[in-house]
């Protein structure tokens, strides 16, 4: 038996304008996610009476759950209550029990109850009262042409609390009880979108589709979703959840529990564990790797110190870069990173380091070293590894991008993982 | 005549599931309302074929303009083209400009166009190829049924060029021209949108109706908007807008043309046309100033090197700062930064340098320097102005926030501004 289809119908002028951002959507997904329910359709309109009632008319249609979330303030232009009944055909009424509310909820208040607030009880007369602990507004719901519709109020915490306690566990009730939602999310560095959906259909061209595979890019992890709705599926997930990681490789970095971590926290926690400290020596970055390693909370017990050598002499003052390296091979060369690594490892006495050197751009390169010509090098005094990358892309994306490989980089190391990264095969960049 | 009825598909399943908050969309609000336009409806659906046909066709026959946002990616979840082309009754093709652009995306960034990658090339036959110089999808819009369709790729910053540069102008020229819209656009830093609102409450009670004020909180600045449509608005324009900046005072940055600027390319800008070099000195923001200032593009002539001292005994060794002032006064004291400000001076021979120097948090606050407490010290040898606040935040705004307040400080004394701003006002914080 399949799962319901839900639907969502949010109404506002302010969520039209741009001024704010929806938040309430996200929210009701992640609790009916909870109760293995997904939404898969969302309209949002203003408050416009006839756009109401066809939304409300279509989507009750086409769904077996309507959720309508908004306009059931006291308001003129609070239009949910109004379009409803014109849908289900009812007139609207005083309905007794919201009316109560209303008296209760103003005499705790000591307020009286005043005519604006008094059209929050004028509801259609077959409805069902939903509580709220929290407003004015009570919700509540109808069955119109095998659909359950729940109106619930805008205001955020009045939503939260009237779908945690009233409307999910009636849900929750209707759902078959052999509905399948298992969600597995991996985070990788190092494999864009397309070269893993390129690697996925040479290697693992038999996927099967119990298992539907979703991508998010972000900057600078991809996230993979293995989503799974049926036994079938599940029967098949460790497999085909083997056979994707295999092809993943190193560059898988976590299977996300939770909220996902950074790169850098990875990279801190298992320094942590070995007891090992690391610094950075930076140039096009210019801080940034600092700043990614340092966002982490607790990363004073690994980090203590971080080089920004901007400029060829404070390279030779902060890190004592020979200056000649600078006329012999030039800043953004091998010579000069594993110079600025060595510096950095003797003036902060850290076990690793990162330091790289690069043309940022928009201006500053030339034929041998184009902009997006960036040399790592990065290890221990005595194994300083070094690799140049070509990577062309706008000033800030550079950076980020170049701050996360440098990461990546450690991480790798301190890990012992010796394969060659995807993106070190794309980029690598044979700079004379 | 009446503006045109335009309306917003977003598809990817990423927004059906709670596990992002659609930001797009509210972006596309602001940018369509600066040429006077608004959104009348907006659905958001998964990733399915027979979905997004279906709603490409009802909300092309209820539409002027149609902008479908996400599903251009190279991979088997991204189907708008598809879609759209059994809407329109056209076959996919291999489209020659498409094309092109993704060679040359390869090319540039030397790697190889693969089997993923071509599908994005796979377009309707007669649709217009609309430019994307930020990622490998490009953009493309059909007219059907008197609707013009526009699809846009779901990466953000990708989205946000391809409107403004390409998209936008389109849309602008079919407006009927007696439209009037006249913008004005302020950054602010340090007055938030309450107080600011609570000022023009109080000094500016007499607002007139027919300039539009709006408020957009970023980190770190607000954007203050002001809209005219009408004639009599434009009249009372410079008056009211003379009015405004003057309560803003110091706080005013800048009147955005076109793209906004940093606070941080401020500086630098009037850094180059004094002939001064900065520097940095950071302890809790680990290197997130540097990195801020080195995001500006031609940064190196006024920026040579800055100094991550982590640890006390790095701010010792790098910065030379006393020992014993660790003892005496505690890492995070006026005595400290205003050493540390001083050695990032000698070693770097910078003429401006800004030193922080504060808890971060979660751990590490005591009775007397709660989470929050952050000491700056600024200014060049012999002039060090020093400054405690408390901004009781979660770890990485207050790095963010701390580093906007370190590179303001630095802005206001090189333009010699001796207002205090509210920021120090709000937050002065007397540390013992």
């Keep these: 038996m399949s799962a319901p289809k839900v639907q969502l119908l949010l109404t506002g002028n302010e969520l039209m304008t741009g001024d704010i951002v929806d938040s309430n959507s996200a929210m009701m997904a992640q609790v009916l996610k909870d109760i293995g329910l997904g939404i898969n359709r969302k309209v949002t309109v203003a408050d416009d009476l006839a756009l109401l009632v066809n939304e409300i008319t279509y989507m009750a249609s086409t769904s077996d759950i309507l959720i309508i979330n908004g306009g059931l303030g006291p308001t003129v232009d609070d239009l949910t209550a109004q379009a409803l009944a014109l849908v289900i055909g009812e007139?609207?009424?005083?309905?007794?029990?919201?009316?109560?509310?209303?008296?209760?909820?103003?005499?705790?208040r000591g307020v009286e109850l005043n005519a604006p607030n008094l059209k929050?009880?004028?509801?259609?007369?077959?409805?069902?009262?939903?509580?709220?602990?929290?407003?004015?507004?009570?919700?509540?719901?109808?069955?119109?042409?095998?659909?359950?519709?729940?109106?619930?109020?805008?205001?955020?915490?009045?939503?939260?609390?009237?779908?945690?306690?009233?409307?999910?566990?009636?849900?929750?009730?209707?759902?078959?009880?052999?509905?399948?939602?298992?969600?597995?999310?991996?985070?990788?560095?190092?494999?864009?979108?397309?070269?893993?959906?390129?690697?996925?259909?040479?290697?693992?061209?038999?996927?099967?589709?119990?298992?539907?595979?979703?991508?998010?890019?972000?900057?600078?992890?991809?996230?993979?979703?293995?989503?799974?709705?049926?036994?079938?599926?599940?029967?098949?997930?460790?497999?085909?959840?083997?056979?994707?990681?295999?092809?993943?490789?190193?560059?898988?970095?976590?299977?996300?529990?939770?909220?996902?971590?950074?790169?850098?926290?990875?990279?801190?926690?298992?320094?942590q564990k070995n007891n090992l400290k690391v610094t950075t020596a930076e140039s096009c970055t210019g801080g940034l790797i600092a700043s990614k390693l340092t966002e982490v909370s607790?990363?004073?017990?690994?980090?203590?110190?971080?080089?920004?050598?901007?400029?060829?002499?404070?390279?030779?003052?902060?890190?004592?870069?020979?200056?000649?390296?600078?006329?012999?091979?030039?800043?953004?060369?091998?010579?000069?990173?594993?110079?600025?690594?060595?510096?950095?490892?003797?003036?902060?006495?850290?076990?690793?380091?990162?330091?790289?050197?690069?043309?940022?751009?928009?201006?500053?390169?030339?034929?041998?070293?184009?902009?997006?010509?960036?040399?790592f090098a990065w290890g221990s005094l005595d194994d300083i590894q070094t690799q140049c990358l070509l990577l062309p892309y706008k000033r800030i994306y550079f950076q980020q991008l170049v701050s996360a490989i440098g990461i990546d980089f450690l991480r790798r190391y301190q890990k012992k993982i010796t394969t060659i990264p995807n993106y070190v095969i794309e980029r690598a960049f044979s700079n004379p």
Tied chains: 1, 2.
């Excluded at 007139?91 to 705790?108: E, G, R, S, V």
């Excluded at 970095?253 to 990279?267: C, F, R, T, V, Y």
């Design 91 to 108: 007139q609207l009424n005083q309905h007794a029990q919201a009316y109560t509310h209303l008296i209760n909820w103003c005499k705790q």
């Design 120 to 271: 929050q009880a004028m509801l259609p007369k077959t409805c069902q009262i939903i509580a709220n602990r929290n407003g004015s507004a009570v919700g509540f719901s109808v069955r119109y042409k095998d659909c359950d519709i729940y109106c619930t109020p805008g205001v955020p915490h009045e939503l939260k609390t009237m779908l945690n306690e009233q409307i999910i566990p009636i849900i929750a009730e209707s759902i078959p009880n052999d509905v399948i939602t298992d969600i597995t999310r991996l985070q990788v560095f190092g494999l864009g979108e397309s070269s893993l959906q390129k690697i996925i259909d040479q290697q693992l061209s038999d996927w099967p589709t119990e298992i539907e595979l979703g991508f998010r890019a972000g900057m600078p992890l991809l996230e993979v979703k293995l989503t799974i709705n049926t036994s079938q599926g599940l029967a098949l997930k460790s497999l085909w959840q083997k056979k994707l990681t295999d092809v993943i490789g190193d560059h898988l970095i976590a299977e996300i529990q939770g909220k996902p971590k950074s790169i850098a926290d990875h990279l801190l926690n298992q320094m």
């Design 298 to 375: 607790g990363s004073s017990i690994s980090f203590e110190a971080g080089f920004v050598t901007y400029s060829n002499e404070m390279k030779t003052a902060m890190l004592d870069v020979p200056a000649r390296l600078f006329e012999q091979d030039g800043a953004v060369s091998k010579a000069v990173v594993i110079a600025m690594a060595k510096g950095s490892l003797i003036k902060s006495n850290a076990d690793l380091t990162i330091a790289v050197s690069g043309v940022a751009g928009p201006n500053g390169g030339s034929d041998d070293k184009p902009v997006g010509t960036v040399w």
